[in-house]
Nanobody, 115 residues
Framework: QVQLVESGGGLVQPGGSLRLSCVAS????????MGWYRQAPGKERELVAD??????NYADSVKGRFTIPRENNKSMVSLQMNSLKPEDTAVYYC??????????WGQGTQVTVSS
């Protein structure tokens, strides 16, 4: 059974940085894409950033502040978040996709940006 486990969330002051990590286990295949979504209270889940092969994609709201570092481990994805704002506060979910084997989600990790 495929599992995605996130780590790295927490409380940070505005302007600070956090790094989220997600490791997949139980998969006998390489994912086509991996990335991060977030859901703030009262809002729908939205894409933050993802990587497909060597191509990365970022939501307009995080461009220039968030980065998905390249990983040698194809079952791992990280999210480097800099210059954090209060509006970045949300539960962040790791996502991994394969066109045949399906779509997988982590359990979520809370990121709170507050002074």
């Amino acid at each position: 059974q495929v599992q995605l486990v996130e780590s790295g969330g927490g409380l940070v002051q505005p302007g600070g940085s956090l790094r989220l990590s997600c490791v997949a286990s139980g998969n006998r295949f390489n994912f086509n894409a991996m990335g991060w979504y977030r859901q703030a209270p009262g809002k729908e889940r939205e894409l933050v950033a993802d990587i497909t092969g060597d191509s990365t994609n970022y939501a307009d709201s995080v461009k220039g502040r968030f980065t998905i570092p390249r990983e040698n481990n194809k079952s791992m994805v990280s999210l480097q978040m800099n210059s954090l704002k209060p509006e970045d506060t949300a539960v962040y979910y790791c996502n991994a996709r394969h066109p045949y084997f399906g779509n997988y989600w982590g359990q979520g990790t809370q990121v709170t940006v507050s002074s």
